[in-house]
Every structure is written in C-alpha cells, then in structure tokens.
C-alpha cells in the first residue's frame, strides 16, 4: 500500500504547506517525519491564513488522522501551544494527532547552546532558525537525549534531565561564557507536562504499518528542503536532519517497499534564508522584486529570504537523490509580468561546463550560473485552472522544466488559495 512523500525539492519554502494540504484529501493519514518548529508550513483557505510549524498540514481535513514521527524533534510547549490554537480554530485534535513515544525532544538549553554556537562562529554562522534544532540532534545521536515517552515517567525524567543540563551548563559557562541554566526551574518546568501531552503519545511505527496493511493512505510529509539535507544538501549550510526520501523511512518506521510516489515540489524559483552557496541568487532589481512579489520572508523567523532563478543543475541532483515520479510547481504566478526568465542549465567551474551539482561547499561557492533565457508572459495566472488556459509562454516553461529534468509536472500553484491550483492527470 502506497505512501506518497512529498518533499521539498530545494532550499525549503517551495509551498509544501499548500499541497499537502491540498493532498490530505487523497489521505488517511499525514506525517511528518523530521525537523522540527523550524518548519513553517502555511496554509490559506478562504480570507484565513495558518502557519503550522510541527502539526501535520492535514489537521485541517475532518477524518484524517495526522502523526508526528520518531524522526522529529518535538519542543513540547511549542506542540501544546500549536494544538490550542488549533482547538481555538473549532477542530478536534485529541484522537486525531498521534505522537510517536520515540520523538526526541527539544530543551530550552538546546536552544541557548545553538545560540550561542552561532555567536561564536561569527562570520562563519550557519544562520540557522534559533528552534534548537541541531543540538537535539546532537543529543539524539550522542544517545543522551531525551524522549517523549521520558515525559510520562517523571523519576526517569528527573535523573535525564539533571545529568544533561549539567553537562550543558559545563559548556554554556567554559566554553562559551555565558550564564549557566536553572537545573530545578527547569525540571519542574517539563515534568508538568506529562499529562498534558499523554493523549498524543503512542507507538507510531506499530499505528502506521497496521494502516499500511489495511490499505489506509499515507501522505508523508517532508520539512525544509532536500538542499538543506544534512547528508545531501549544502553542508555545513544545512539543517541537522534527513528532508530527503529516505528520511521518510527511518524517521517513520515505514518500509521503502510502502514508498509509491514522491512527490518533488519546485518553486517556479529558487529561494534560501540563513546563509550558504546559491548559485542562482539575484543581488539586483530582479531579486528584490521576486521577494516583494513573491512574499518571501519566513514563516517561523519573518527574515528576508534571498532569490533567484530555477537552477535545474541543483533539481536534476534532488530529483536524483530523491527519486521525483512527479513535480508540483509552486508560485508560478509570482513569475508573470517578467519580459524574459532566466534558468541555469549548467555550471561553469574552472573554466569548463558542468551538470553536476557539487554539494561541497568548497567547489558550489566558485561555481559560475550558465542561464538559458525563456520568454516571460503578462497575463494574470490566479484564476486560471486548466493546463491549456496557461499563457503560452507559461506552458512553455513548464515543459522546459520537464524536458530537461524528465519529470512530469502534474501540480501547479497559480496563487496561495486551495482553489488557485491546476491538477494535471
Ligand atoms: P536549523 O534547521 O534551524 O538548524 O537551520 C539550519 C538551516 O536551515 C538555516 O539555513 C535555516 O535558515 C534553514 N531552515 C531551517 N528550517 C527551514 C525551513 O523551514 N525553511 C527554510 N529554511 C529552513
């Protein structure tokens, strides 16, 4: 039985908010399967606009059950707080989001240690989302973290809780000079939260094989971007988790023989916050203009992202590494008015042409854009709901897209609303 994955194709931000939960009514279930709240995934309907940043994006959808997998690193008080409002909006959350007991989770000390992290790099900072993110991680794969299911028993808790704010104190006051955490403060902080999340918690991996098997639907659901994968992406520049197809398995449980249909989403163009190579980024007129038209500044942290055209060099390698059956373009609309667009094909390095993406930083930063220059279309695409009522030089593009990357589009986002989108057979 099928999970569709569906995963952001480059930097993050491509709009995976709008199409998952444009899918979620194909869906049973919708995971997520990594990241944390430095996800910020946005959802309009009607004159309502929703930013979710650890909730699946199929809350919305009566029926569906929504799973926050083991891969995820769960702050608990940003989960509660999500689900308040969620319950504030009028729909019922207990019983329809499952959160794995194996999640590790997310400490304020994690997130002094990042900040701090960041100062101290200075110029070399990574520019990451301040959500405490990598140092979960590091805890998580240093086997020192601490789990969901820790929450539920509080002696457990207690003793984990010591040991590793003292370990962290130990680094907040030697190596970076700052003032050490209250070790009493917060344990009595998070110990109160084990019945608050207690309905939530379950065995997840048990929950979504059974499902599996009874032919339920997964919507599987990616955060960041495939380029800000840890292993994959633009290292160090990255963020500390698994966005590609294969973090789907092992952040949810679910075998890879379950794995039907990824799903690439591609913004028209290209985006990044924080810092790193982009090869295609527009320091002029044309960046500030996708960024004003674009609206794109972040949904978690509100900074101004950076812009550029489509690099197919960079979605050729995440279509690769990720096995794309299909492509959703995102934001298409944000393109029109331009006379011509530009998109980079290939990359010049050392005086010599190339197709490879070079995910080491070293060789990305020298690389040079080679662009292929396409007609820009004027008219207004928010209403528009059929392929062929595209303006020719729209639908041109499109196919360009696919003729050079041999994915088929079958989604395309003509504006932020449900109904500002054309689905392809
Ligand atoms: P972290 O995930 O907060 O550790 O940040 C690492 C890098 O990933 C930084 O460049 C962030 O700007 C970027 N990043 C993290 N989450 C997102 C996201 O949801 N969209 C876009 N970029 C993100």
């Known amino acids: 039985m099928p999970v569709t994955i569906v995963i952001g194709s480059q930097w993050g931000d491509e709009g995976k908010g709008k199409i998952v939960d444009l899918l979620g009514d194909q869906a049973d279930i919708v995971a997520r399967y990594q990241g944390g709240a430095n996800a910020g995934h946005t959802i309009c309907w009607g004159d309502q606009t929703f930013v979710l940043h650890l909730v699946p994006s199929g809350i919305f959808h009566e029926g569906v059950t929504c799973v926050i997998g083991n891969g995820v690193v769960i702050d608990p008080a940003a989960v509660l707080e999500e689900i308040r409002m969620i319950r504030e909006l009028g729909y019922e959350v207990e019983g329809r989001l499952l959160i794995s007991h194996n999640a590790h989770l997310i400490m304020p000390y994690h997130k002094q240690v990042e900040a701090a992290r960041e100062r101290a790099r200075d110029a070399g900072a990574i520019g990451t989302t301040g959500r405490g993110i990598g140092p979960a991680y590091v805890d998580k794969f240093a086997r020192t973290g601490i789990r969901v299911v820790d929450l539920l028993d509080r002696e457990t808790l207690r003793k984990k809780l010591k040991r590793s704010i003292e370990e962290k104190n130990v680094i907040l006051r030697n190596i970076y000079g700052e003032a050490g955490l209250d070790v009493e403060a917060i344990i009595e902080e998070y110990v109160a939260f084990d019945q608050l999340i ?8 048990q929950y979504l094989c059974r499902a599996l098997r009874e032919g339920k639907r997964v919507l599987a659901e990616g955060a ?15 963020t500390s988790s698994h966005p590609t197809a294969g973090g789907c398995c092992t952040g949810l449980g679910v075998p890879p023989t379950a794995v039907e249909r990824s799903i690439g989403i ?12 982009f090869p295609t980024e527009l320091l002029d007129e044309d960046g500030e203009r996708l960024r004003r038209l674009g609206h794109e500044f972040g949904a978690t942290t509100g900074r101004p992202r950076r812009c550029g055209w489509l690099d197919l060099v960079a979605l050729r390698y995440t279509t690769m590494v990720n096995g794309f059956t299909d492509y959703a373009i995102t934001k298409l609309d944000v393109l029109t008015g331009f006379e011509t667009i530009k998109v980079c094909t290939r990359y010049r ?8 993406f070079p995910s080491e930083v070293q060789t990305l930063e020298k690389v040079e854009p080679i662009y292929e220059t396409l007609p820009g279309w004027s008219e207004d695409l928010t209403g528009v709901r059929r392929f062929e009522d595209l303006p020719a030089a729209a639908r041109d593009y499109l196919r360009f897209i696919t003729e050079r990357t041999g994915v088929a589009v079958r989604m395309i986002s003509t504006g932020p609303r449900r109904d500002q989108t054309i689905v392809r057979p």
């Open 349 to 356: 390095y050392d005086g010599k042409e190339t197709t490879r």
């Open 266 to 277: 591609v913004k028209a163009y290209c985006t990044r916050v924080g810092n790193g190579p």
């Open 224 to 238: 960041q971007g495939a380029l800000l994968d840890v292993d994959f992406g633009t290292y160090p520049f990255v």
């Open 198 to 205: 207690d309905p939530y918690v379950t065995d997840t991996t």
